[in-house]
């Protein structure tokens, strides 16, 4: 099948909130010995959003930004927080306050005077099978709900789960309550799922004025559906532009036969800690997540923006990738999953810096490519100094926060 009959077919997909199991033969979502269900979808942006063209010209007011950002919470993650901790201010200062990088004297983007912040973790749990580290509530996990819990020096025991900055707030004590919210610990469950939390968490139960047409909401493990019109009503809104950041040093393990999680199951047979590497079919397919996310900004597909730091080698990492770059991060040689030899109850590390190792995010990263080009973007988690992270993640943010364009 072409790319272009591909990006046909899955357009109802992304645009009508199905999300169907669809195993697509383009090289940039295949491994090299077997075709995998985190197969992602379509990378033609124009034709997967029904024939829409990203607006030209300059940007001449900025919308409300809802900003999700997903926090790994396993044990391996405490120097990671404090890294993305201490670019808070950084990343929050410069929406509101934009800077002029291309020295043109102008701000890059107009000043986002309306945001909203939300914090989750990608621990949802594992379906109520005893697991080392997932004890707390192995039935759904922290479920994607927005937190609302701080336990750091110098915070509240509680906040709201919706951070709100409006026009003549406080930048940094704004940044400050951010990162209270976002040093979420690091007793989670140690299966990560952040883009399945991610999806619930923005998900509505019903139809809403921001969704696709024809939209059929997602379910959920146990048949539970997303919390976007429940538990964390009033974060996502009809016109603003919907931003997910994720935090990770592991690989996306979002699961849809829970049964993965059964130790003594006579199916799934490996050692635990690889049974998301080893059972692929288990786990959602990556085009659920494009779709999905993409479905919640249907009126207007500019209005949505995706990154990841995660697992990719450091010096994989460019500020906004073209297609050509996801395909060249994939084919990294440190990008392989594959059993350590030296280790073989885990994968071999994609990348190693000051704060640890990480392990290769390639579904994260077809993710991040499947939403469409000047969407999404890929940093590396293996730096202790998050600067070169942040900044495209900032600039994404801020150019994609547009209400209206002057006209050519």
């Known amino acids: 099948m072409s790319s272009r009959a591909i990006a046909i077919a899955l357009a109802a997909l992304a645009i009508g909130g199905c999300y169907r199991d669809v195993t697509l033969s383009d090289p940039l979502w295949r491994d090299a010995a077997v075709s995998r269900p985190d197969a992602g979808a379509a990378i033609d942006a124009g034709l997967r959003d029904g024939g829409w ?19 790994d919470s396993s044990s391996s993650m405490a120097e990671e927080q404090d890294s993305l901790v201490a670019q808070l201010p950084r990343l929050i200062g410069e929406l509101v306050d934009p800077p002029d990088r291309d020295g043109d004297s102008q701000p890059d983007w107009p000043a986002i005077t309306d945001l909203h912040v939300g914090v989750i973790t990608p621990d949802l749990g594992v379906g109520g099978y005893t697991i080392p580290s997932c004890d707390d509530e192995a039935n759904f996990g922290d479920d994607g709900v927005l937190r609302e819990v701080a336990s750091a020096d110098g915070c509240s025991a509680t906040y709201p789960p919706i951070l709100e900055f409006g026009a003549g707030d406080d930048p ?19 299966f990560e799922q952040p883009l399945e939390a991610a999806l619930k968490a923005l998900s509505p139960s ?10 059929v909401p997602p379910t959920f493990v146990a048949g539970t559906s997303g919390h976007a019109d429940g538990a964390n009503a009033g974060f996502l809104r009809d016109g603003s532009l919907l931003a997910v950041i994720v935090l990770t040093d592991e690989e996306d393990c979002s699961v849809r ?12 047979v490996t050692d635990l800690n690889l049974r998301c590497f080893a059972y692929p079919e288990a786990l959602h397919p990556v085009e659920r997540y494009v779709g999905g996310l993409l479905a919640l900004r249907a009126d207007r597909p500019d209005l949505f923006a995706l990154a990841v730091i995660a697992g990719i080698p450091a010096d994989a990492a460019v500020p906004l990738p073209s297609l050509d ?9 440190e990008m392989e999953e594959r059993v350590d030899p030296e280790m073989p109850t885990r994968l071999v590390p994609s990348c190693n810096g000051p704060t640890g190792i990480a392990f290769p995010p390639r579904r994260l990263v077809r993710a991040v490519a499947g939403v469409g080009r000047g969407r999404g973007t890929v940093q590396s988690i293996c730096q202790e ?20 364009h002057a006209p050519l």
Not at 257 to 268: A, G, I, K, M
């Open 325 to 333: 770059d996801y395909e060249r991060i994939l084919a990294r040689p």
């Open 257 to 268: 036969d829970v049964e993965l999680f059964d130790t003594s199951s006579p199916r799934y």
């Open 53 to 71: 063209r990203e607006p030209s010209g300059m940007c001449t007011g900025s919308t409300p930004v809802d900003l999700l950002i997903v926090v």
């Open 385 to 404: 100094d998050f600067t070169p992270a942040v900044a495209p993640i900032v600039s994404l943010i801020g150019r994609r926060a547009c209400a209206e």
């Open 172 to 190: 940094a004590a704004f940044a400050n309550d951010v990162a209270c919210v976002a040093r979420v610990g690091t007793g989670g469950c140690g």
């Open 206 to 215: 019903t139809p809403q004025p921001y969704t696709a047409p024809d939209y």
